[in-house]
C-alpha cells in the first residue's frame, strides 16, 4: 500500500493528517500494520488527555507482540476512534482510513519539524 | 548451535515462499515463513478446513542398526523398543540431571531403523548426545537434515486431500503412525502426526521433489480452502491444543515430572537393564514431585482483553507472585487471550478464584481452566 501524499510521517511509524482547525488525526502506516500482524487489542489515550510528541500513549497488541503507541505531536486528544477499540482489526484493513487511532488539538508550536514526507517515509520504512 | 554471524538456512520452498508474498522469520538460523497474509485466517483454515505448512526445519536423524533400539531406550526416557514398525511415539532426551533438553517425535520405520525428529533450535544438540550416548552400541547415528523437507497437511479437510495424491491407504493410518509411500509421485515417509490439535499429515520427502508436492497439495486442496500457513498460526494451533513448546514450557532447568509430563518417563525398559542417562535423577524427580508438588502447567482465559507473554508473571488479587506464563496469544478459536502458565499447586485447580496476570504493571484478571483449550471433535 503507498503511503498518501497528503500525510506527514512519524520515524515511530504514525501518520499525521493536516490540522484541520488545530486538529490532526494520527494512525499508524500500512508498513507498520503489515509488520505487526493482525493486530488484537488497542488501547488508546483518552479524551482530554494531553500527549507529548515522541511519548508513549498507547499500545497496540498483535498475535506475536504488543507495540508502544506514539504520538507524533503534542496536543490534547480530542477524540479517539471508538470503532477501531471495537474491531482493533481495522488497524490492518484501512490503516489510512477507517483505521485512524485519534485526534490532537495541536499545541501552538505546532507539528515537529522533523516529521517525514511520504516520498521520505516510503525511503525510510524500505530501509528498516 | 549456529553462528550468530552465519547467514540463515533457507528450505527448498524458500522461493515459494517468496512468490507467495511470505513474510519470512528468522527461526532457530532458518528462514521461514512466518506468515502469507493474516495469520488469524491461516489458523481458521486449519480448523476449519485445512492448512499447508513448511516445517523443513526440523532435525531429522535416522538411528540404525542391530542395537538401535537399546540405544535409543538408553538415549531417551521413553521405551522405544516396545514401539512397533510403522508407529511413532513423543518421547524427550533429558540430561543426567534429568533436565530437558528437547522433547521430539520418534518413528520406527523398520525393525532396526528409526527416524528421530527433533526441534529446530535443539538439533544440534539432539545430534551430539545421540552421537556421544552411541558409544558402546552397534548403531550409526546419521544426520539427515538435508536429506529431508517436511511439509504438514493439517486440518479436517487434510486426509480428504492427500487422499487425492496418494498411492497409501490413509485410512488405515492411524495417529501416531507412518507408512511409505508416493504423493504426487514422490516417495515419501508418510506420517499421521501434527502439531495443531486437529487431523493431519507430516510428509518426509527428498527436497528437490518438494516445490512440486507443495504445489500439487494446494492443487488439490484449491477446492477445499488448503491455505499456505506460517509459524505464526502454528504457534497459536499448539497453544490451544495444550501442546508445550521447547524454549517455553519446556527447558532444562525442567524435568518431565516437573513440566508434568511424567507418564512420558518409563523407568521398566528391557533393554540395557534398564539403565538411560539421567534415570537416577528423574526417580528422585519422581519421588519429589509426590512428596512436594511443583508448580503445575496450567491453562489461563483472560476476562479482558489484554494478552499474557511469556515470562509475565501470575498473581494474586494482592500482587503475591503465584507462577509464570511460559507463552500467551489471542485465541482465535475462543475469541479472547489465552496462556500456559506455570502456577502454585494451590492456586492451579480450574475455577481458582483471584488469579491475575501481571500484564506490563496492571493486573488483569484471568480465569484457571484446565488444558487444552481447544479439542476437535473426532
Not at chain 2, 301 to 322: E, F, H, I, N, W
Request: hydrophobic share 40%; proline share 6%; glycine share 10%.
Amino acid at each position: 500500500m503507498s503511503n498518501p501524499q497528503q500525510l506527514r510521517y512519524s520515524k515511530e511509524h504514525e501518520w499525521l493528517s493536516e490540522p484541520v482547525d488545530g486538529v490532526a488525526t494520527i494512525g499508524i502506516t500500512a508498513h507498520a500494520a503489515d509488520a505487526l500482524g493482525d493486530v488484537v487489542f488497542v488501547q488508546l489515550p483518552d479524551t482530554g488527555d494531553t500527549v507529548s510528541a515522541g511519548d508513549t500513549c498507547g499500545e497496540l497488541e498483535s498475535t506475536k507482540s504488543v507495540s508502544d503507541l506514539y504520538s507524533p505531536v503534542s496536543g490534547e486528544v480530542t477524540e479517539v476512534n471508538q470503532d477501531v477499540v471495537d474491531d482493533p482489526a481495522l488497524v490492518n484493513s484501512a490503516p489510512f482510513e477507517g483505521g485512524w487511532l485519534f485526534k490532537v488539538r495541536l499545541d501552538p508550536s505546532g507539528a515537529p519539524d522533523d516529521l517525514l514526507s511520504a516520498d521520505e517515509y516510503t525511503a525510510f520504512a524500505a530501509g528498516n | 548451535m549456529t553462528e550468530p554471524s552465519a547467514p540463515p538456512r533457507r528450505t527448498a520452498l524458500d522461493e515459494v515462499h517468496r512468490s507467495l508474498g511470505a513474510t519470512m522469520t528468522d527461526f532457530a538460523g532458518w528462514e521461514m515463513p512466518l506468515r502469507y497474509a493474516s495469520e488469524r485466517e491461516e489458523h481458521q483454515a486449519v480448523r476449519t478446513r485445512a492448512g499447508l505448512f513448511d516445517l523443513s526445519h526440523m532435525g531429522e536423524f535416522t538411528v540404525s542398526g542391530p542395537a538401535a533400539c537399546d540405544l535409543l531406550d538408553y538415549a531417551f526416557i521413553g521405551n522405544l523398543g516396545s514401539l512397533r514398525t510403522g508407529r511413532a511415539r513423543y518421547t524427550m532426551l533429558c540430561d543426567e540431571r534429568g533436565g530437558i533438553l528437547d522433547d521430539l517425535i520418534v518413528y520406527r520405520t523398520a525393525e532396526d531403523r528409526y527416524l528421530v525428529v527433533a526441534n529446530a533450535a535443539n538439533a544440534e544438540t539432539v545430534l551430539a548426545a545421540l552421537r556421544e550416548r552411541a558409544t558402546g552400541f552397534d548403531a550409526q547415528v546419521a544426520d539427515d537434515r538435508d536429506t529431508y523437507a517436511l511439509l504438514a497437511v493439517q486440518g479436517p479437510a487434510a486426509a480428504g486431500i492427500l487422499a487425492r495424491l496418494t498411492d497409501a491407504e490413509l485410512e488405515g493410518l492411524r495417529y501416531y503412525a507412518g507408512l511409505p509411500g508416493t504423493v504426487a509421485g514422490a516417495e515419501a515417509l508418510i506420517a499421521r502426526t501434527g502439531y495443531t490439535g486437529e487431523d493431519g499429515f507430516e510428509l518426509f520427502l527428498a527436497p528437490a521433489g518438494a516445490p512440486a508436492v507443495w504445489q500439487a497439495l494446494l492443487d488439490a486442496g484449491a477446492e477445499d480452502g488448503l491455505t499456505p500457513c506460517g509459524l505464526s498460526c502454528r504457534d497459536t494451533l499448539r497453544l490451544e491444543a495444550g501442546m508445550p513448546l521447547y524454549g517455553h514450557e519446556l527447558s532444562t532447568a525442567l524435568t518431565p515430572f516437573d513440566a508434568g509430563l511424567g507418564r512420558t518417563v518409563k523407568f521398566e525398559k528391557p533393554g540395557n537393564g534398564g539403565a538411560f542417562v539421567g534415570r537416577e535423577a528423574l526417580q528422585e524427580a519422581a519421588a519429589r514431585a509426590e512428596s512436594a508438588p511443583p508448580r503445575v502447567l496450567v491453562g489461563l482465559v483472560a476476562q479482558g482483553r489484554r494478552v499474557p507473554r511469556a515470562g509475565y508473571a501470575v498473581v494474586s488479587s494482592d500482587g503475591t507472585v503465584l507462577g509464570e506464563v511460559t507463552s500467551g496469544a489471542p485465541s482465535p478459536t475462543l475469541g479472547k487471550p489465552i496462556a500456559m502458565a506455570y502456577v502454585d499447586a494451590e492456586h492451579a485447580v480450574p475455577g481458582t478464584e483471584g488469579v491475575a496476570v501481571d500484564i506490563r504493571g496492571s493486573r488483569e484478571p484471568y480465569d484457571v481452566v484446565a488444558l487444552p483449550f481447544y479439542k476437535r471433535e473426532r
